[in-house]
């Protein structure tokens, strides 16, 4: 209960007050503190009773000195009667437990005092007053006072004993053995709370303990490295990185934590980098060849500790030296390639089962038999190509109209066009359509050519390191610079005096993307086919000649686009993702003529109706269903076309159509010259067998070649070259294609023992009776217009051609000069070099910044 004013009347001074009201609190309090009372809460009443007190002798009996001594000296009784008595007779273990103890309980024992002499602090500690041993003036809290005595009179005589104590259970708790926390940190704490200055802790105590963590760790690196792996050690490394962390926050002070890094940086990894990266077994190499994304994700986190010319640069720089090493070896097999295999048919189920029949018969019989097979002849289509863009004379004064009537540039140079299969099922009888169903990605890379298992390999190379530079680097940009170099070098590297690597790699990647829009898994556009456009764009960005690429990817595509005629392609949306990643990699001015090949596709179905319609309303009857693609000359590739002289029933359709178009296609009184584009047409062509009746789909000039072997007639490789109007070589080609996998034609004396396996040009040929086919559709392959030789000849040409390095302003003035629709501004032209260069397709000379040169 609170003291009475009467009570502190009878106060006489601090002594009276000390031994009847002050002394039986303190005992209480210590009691309490110790936990020997039920109730360890001093309460509220206590405290007013106390303050009271001293408020008392302060204010009212003006004993303030004799009341501030009185305070101090209860703090001087508790050390060395209750502490001291207690530490004296303990030594090692036993001792720190105590001393941890003691200093925790005179923590609250301090605060506690503190607040009952709270008034006293306010009025007199306030202010200066002699200190210390040395007795200077200085301002020092009530709670100041009490450390300073705890430090003199417990900590000061026993503090070589406890620096060496508290070593001794860090080196036990560094080993493994338990450590009582709490008692660690209230023994750490005791370096820290009594020295302000904090000299105590870094000389006697933190100096200590990291001159024993590096001696520790020198000697557990050398022992580890001799017995374990890289990977084992960087588990323990950060095993240790992670224990020395945590001491730190159990019981050192926050700042020891860059220091004590530090030394394990130096032990562990700055002293072993050597061993880390060249171990053969498991070094850092060996983790990148073996495809360990966790072992080389914690090299690379133990590395970023260090300076980045110590560590991380050097992993960079083998990392670089690994992917070209892995790559030039790769592209070693780039001679080994076998050319695509054309000329070999193949049925639409792609798989014929054809069953050819050798049998010995009469010759009666088999004049017999001549005679009951025929051809029936139906033309699918042909493509034609027309001119559509107005030209403006520079100069003029006015707008001339001009008919176009050049197809083909002389400067263009032709792209090898490329032997494809199309991947067709029979859905019914006589009927066939494309497969749409959707089919695992995986699955169709298994079935690509050995052009596109080579791309595929690229593709994983880029897709291993870059899973590397993700997930174990963090993204690092340094390594994604040592991806896009390491690729870029063995990508572009030249293989002999005439060409360039680079012009394989484009064309070889455009037959990848050609055969993986052809497979099933194009159908079924999903988040994988999208990353695998994603991936092909990146590794054409490492390609310095994208020209290339360019050329060939158009010229497959405008043969994909064909190749469906006028109905959808099952793989439009695959497409059309592609060339949008195309766009946003390279740009618009790249992917132009792709998007444009779709638009003139789009508008076939509407022209094909007015065709059909068209004929209908004229009452002509060709005999056969006619299905014309209208191309606009300057959105396609450049065809080559070869000129055939064409049946009377053809060249009529032919005719009717020229006449359809020019009567409906006049815009604006312009007429518009078409021509007609053979290579790329196609037709169906229904042969009557003895037993059955199959439809082969074929290119023009070989279903010509077919039906001249209509109603059992023969022929010589001669008599059909001089029929069509086109070479024997090119004759031979197309019927050396008609008696591949599937024996459409064979030579008449073919069971004769004059026969032999070399086709000759007057070997005479006739239609093979013996065949049987159990399918109704198959697709001839076509024949590849250009070979490997002349698409060689081409590339020389088009390096030829190229000019590598220009004046800036002569490539303006250039550039204005050939331009002739419009009349562009310098700025203009200079905005598309910036653009080029900023795109990788010209950059500024080093030596010489006015010049530019040619580098895509």
């Known amino acids: 209960m609170a003291i009475s004013h009467s009570e502190l009347n009878l106060i006489e001074n601090v002594n009276d007050a000390w031994t009847r009201y002050l002394k039986p609190a303190i ?84 605060k506690i005092i503190c607040l009952l002499f709270k008034y006293l602090d306010n009025v007199y500690f306030k202010f200066e007053h002699p ?13 100041q006072r009490a450390y300073d005595i705890f430090r003199d009179r417990v900590f000061v005589n026993r503090i070589d004993q406890i620096q060496n104590l508290v070593l001794h259970f860090i080196d036990r708790d560094r080993i493994g053995e338990q450590v009582d926390n709490t008692m660690m940190k209230n023994a750490v704490e005791l370096f820290i709370a009594l020295d302000p200055s904090l000299v105590q ?51 050192m002070n926050p700042i020891t934590h860059q220091k004590i890094r530090k030394v394990l940086d130096d032990e562990l990894l700055e002293n072993q980098t050597q061993i880390l990266f060249n171990w053969q077994q498991s070094g850092f190499l060996a983790l990148v060849e073996e495809d360990k994304i966790d072992d080389l994700g914690r090299m690379y986190r133990l590395m970023t500790h260090l300076d980045n010319a110590l560590g991380i640069n050097l992993m960079a720089q083998d990392f670089q030296t690994h992917i070209q090493s892995v790559g030039q070896n790769l592209m070693n097999q780039i001679d080994e390639l076998e050319e695509k295999k054309t000329g070999q048919a193949e049925d639409i189920d792609q798989d014929p089962n054809i069953e050819i029949i050798k049998e010995k018969k009469a010759p009666a019989k088999k004049k017999q038999e001549k005679k009951s097979s025929g051809i029936e002849k139906d033309d699918k289509g042909e493509e034609l190509e027309q001119k559509q863009e107005q030209e403006q004379v520079v100069g003029a004064k006015k707008k001339k109209k001009k008919k176009k009537t050049a197809l083909i540039r002389d400067d263009e ?44 390999q690229i593709l994983n190379l880029y897709r291993r390191y870059n899973r590397m530079y993700v997930e174990s680097f963090q993204k690092y940009t340094k390594f994604n610079d040592c991806i896009e170099a390491a690729f870029s070098d063995f990508l572009n590297r030249p293989t002999d005096e005439f060409s360039d690597q680079k012009f394989v790699i484009g064309r070889v990647l455009a037959i990848y993307v050609n055969e993986l829009m052809k497979s099933q898994a194009a159908t079924a556009l999903d988040d994988q086919i999208k990353t695998r456009f994603h991936e092909i764009a990146t590794i054409l960005k490492f390609i310095r000649d994208k020209d290339t690429f ?52 789009e508008k076939q179905t509407e022209a094909q109706i007015k065709i059909d319609k068209y004929l209908i309303n004229q009452s002509k009857t060709l005999g056969y269903k006619l299905q014309v693609q209208i191309l606009t000359k300057s959105n396609w590739p450049k065809f080559q076309n070869i000129k055939i002289n064409l049946p009377d029933y053809l060249r009529q359709g032919l005719s009717e159509f020229e006449q359809f178009y020019k009567e409906t296609s006049k815009i604006d009184n312009v007429e518009r010259s078409l021509e007609w584009i053979h290579s790329q047409g196609s037709m169906k062509v229904q042969v009557q067998f003895s037993e059955n009746k199959c439809n082969f ?126 009349h562009p501004s310098s700025n203009n032209v200079r905005q598309q070099i910036e653009s080029l260069i900023s795109r990788g397709y010209l950059k500024r000379n080093d030596a010489n910044m006015q010049l530019i040169d040619y580098v895509a």
């Open 550 to 601: 360019e050329l060939s990817n158009q010229y497959l595509l405008s043969c994909r686009i064909l190749d469906e005629g006028v109905g959808t392609m099952v793989q439009r949306a695959a497409e059309e993702a592609f060339i949008f990643e195309l766009k946003e990699t390279f740009g618009v001015v790249f992917t132009f003529k792709l998007k444009a090949m779709f638009e003139d596709h």
């Open 697 to 822: 789909i074929m290119q023009v000039i070989q279903a010509l070649v077919l039906l001249f072997f209509a109603n059992g007639a023969t022929q010589t490789i001669g008599g059909i070259a001089s029929q069509l109007g086109i070479e024997k070589t090119e004759a031979r080609r197309n019927i050396d294609s008609l008696m591949g996998k599937i024996p459409l034609l064979v030579k008449v004396n073919s069971g004769s023992e004059e026969d032999g396996n070399e086709l000759k040009d007057d070997d005479e040929l006739m239609l093979n009776k013996q065949l049987h086919p159990k399918k109704k559709s198959f697709k001839i392959p076509g024949i590849p217009l250009l070979n490997e030789e002349v698409t060689g000849k081409q590339n020389q040409l088009l390096i030829k051609d190229r000019k590598v390095q220009i004046d800036s302003q002569q490539l303006v003035n250039s550039t204005i000069v050939q331009i002739t629709s419009f």
């Open 201 to 251: 802790f870094y000389e006697s105590l933190e100096n200590q303990f990291l001159n024993r963590a590096k001696v520790y760790y020198h000697q557990f690196a050398h022992r580890t490295i001799e017995t374990d792996t890289v990977p084992e050690y960087m588990i323990k490394c950060e095993a240790a990185f992670g224990k020395e962390n945590q001491r730190v926050a159990n019981y």
């Open 131 to 143: 200190t210390g041993k040395d007795g200077e003036m200085r301002v020092q809290t009530l709670q």
């Open 27 to 110: 005992d209480d309090i210590k009691q309490r503190i110790e936990g020997e009372v039920k109730d360890q809460k001093f309460s509220i009443n206590h405290l007013m009773r106390f303050t009271n007190i001293v408020g008392h002798l302060i204010q009212e009996l003006n004993f303030t000195n004799e009341v501030a001594e009185l305070a101090l000296n209860i703090f001087v009784d508790n050390c060395e009667n209750d502490i001291n008595t207690i530490l004296n007779p303990l030594k090692d273990g036993p001792f720190l437990l105590e001393l941890a103890r003691s200093w925790q309980k005179y923590k609250i024992f301090t």
């Open 413 to 456: 140079v032709d792209e090898a066009p490329i032997g494809t299969e199309v991947k067709i099922v029979e859905a019914g009888e006589g009927e066939a359509v494309v497969e749409a169903k959707a089919g695992g990605l995986q699955n169709e890379i298994e079935k690509l050519s050995q052009v596109s298992t080579f791309v595929e």
